[in-house]
């Protein structure tokens, strides 16, 4: 079977979705089936070498403007090659993460192919992402109407969770198109490795235990409510740090915010913020956690449910977690790989942190289940499977 795939994913600047995109691909290839891709020409240098484990071919399409719009505009310049590919190709499958001119990008492949199965991904509902990134209402009203119509002229709706479906049910998407497939991980890249290595690769010593978050700083995520709750922590288990990983969503405003919160706490000389690392380094750093956190807020979250990759790869890693019971977090509870808390209490937050540290058999059971959930569920091959099955 063919497969062309589409995104204005910029492969150079990494992060969750080129993460998700190239695995997909990969297991499709994997599958045997013909997988190429259509994708902007990256901002800096890439090894492509190994993204030919993923596709058999990349078109890449000039990036001819950042700044506002810039999806909009950079995803116009896609059409031309989006359209001669279809005409030449023939694929069986046009597999599009959803971006906002993708509507007409439909539209026309229909016309150049009818036969061809349009599969559109949708990873979040844009009206509350964008409200939350601060988007005017108008613009974010905007973006809602362009989902829907994308959703609307695809054969098939893969979202990643059940709200999101909800929400597309309820906007006058016909459900039986819709279907849904959380997010994976990548099992062999994220696997237990001991302690004592990953902390010296690292630098950082290994007198004390590591609480630890890792993804970009949205402010969904909640990370400000880890800092919260380090205090009380540190009253109980003085020789605790806290190690986040990553870096702001929009700018660095979020990462700011958070290093003056640390401040303003008392807990700066606790908290040991890395920035950005590269994808090679995420297992490293979530294995020198002692334990894994993703204290997600309530806006959001509790209304579109979650399916989030670093749950897979804190439990890839055999990492105990503490997160925010949300919906789509079940697991962590239904399989004890973890605590759930009410989402935005720093105290219940602090006071499950503090069970695991001081219950280290408690602990040790917990990290062994999830590595062994990872193995089961949460590997890219069985999504992608999930995925074809849903389609041929």
């Given amino acids: ?28 290839k994997n599958f045997g089936h013909e997988v190429k891709a259509i994708l902007r020409k990256p901002s800096k ?66 016309l150049v192919k009818p036969s061809v199965v349009i599969i559109s991904e949708h990873n979040g ?17 905007v973006a809602k109407g362009l989902q829907l119509l994308g959703a609307k002229f695809s054969d098939k ?41 990953v902390l010296k690769a690292v630098g950082l010593k290994p007198d004390y235990y590591y609480i ?7 402010r969904w995520q909640g990370v400000d409510f880890i800092l919260r709750a380090a205090p009380m922590i540190l009253k109980e288990i003085p020789q605790t740090r806290f190690l986040i990983v990553g870096d702001g969503l929009v700018g660095d405003l979020e990462y700011k915010n958070l290093r003056s919160l640390s401040k303003k706490l008392g807990i700066d ?16 750093y979530i294995n020198t956690f002692d334990i894994a956190v993703a204290p997600f807020i309530r806006e959001r979250n509790e209304k579109i449910g979650l399916s989030p990759l670093k749950i897979r790869d ?22 004890n790989i973890g605590i759930l808390v009410d989402p935005e209490d720093e105290e219940k937050l602090a006071n499950a942190i503090i069970i695991l540290l001081k219950n280290p058999e408690m602990h040790r059971k917990m990290g062994e289940r999830a590595r062994e959930l990872a193995e089961r569920e949460f590997s890219w091959g069985k999504i992608a499977e999930e995925i074809l099955d849903k389609v041929i």
């Fill in 125 to 141: 509902y844009l009206y509350d992402d964008m409200r939350m990134l601060n988007f005017s209402r108008v613009k974010a009203f």
């Fill in 212 to 218: 630890g978050f890792i993804g970009r700083f949205a």
């Fill in 314 to 335: 804190y439990a890839a890693c055999g990492v105990p977690i503490v997160a925010s019971e949300v919906k789509g977090l079940e697991m962590v509870k239904e399989n």
């Fill in 1 to 28: 079977m063919k497969i062309l795939m589409n995104a204005i994913i910029d492969l150079g600047r990494g992060g969750p979705g080129q993460i998700h995109f190239v695995a997909i691909a990969k297991e499709f």
């Fill in 269 to 284: 000389k606790e908290c040991i913020f890395t920035g950005n690392v590269p994808y090679k380094m995420a297992p490293v």
């Fill in 157 to 197: 709706v893969l979202v990643v969770t059940e709200g999101i479906k909800d929400l597309l049910v309820q906007n006058g998407i016909n459900e039986s198109k819709i279907f849904v497939v959380g997010n994976g991980t990548d099992i062999n890249h994220f696997r237990p490795v001991k302690r004592h290595k």
């Fill in 45 to 110: 240098i890439i090894n492509k070498d190994k993204l030919r484990n993923s596709f058999d071919t990349i078109f890449w399409t000039p990036s001819v403007y950042e700044g506002p719009f810039s999806q909009t505009i950079n995803g116009i310049t896609q059409l031309r090659t989006i359209l001669k590919l279809i005409a030449k190709e023939k694929p069986d499958i046009f597999y599009s993460r959803f971006y906002l001119i993708a509507p007409l990008s439909y539209i026309l492949i229909k």
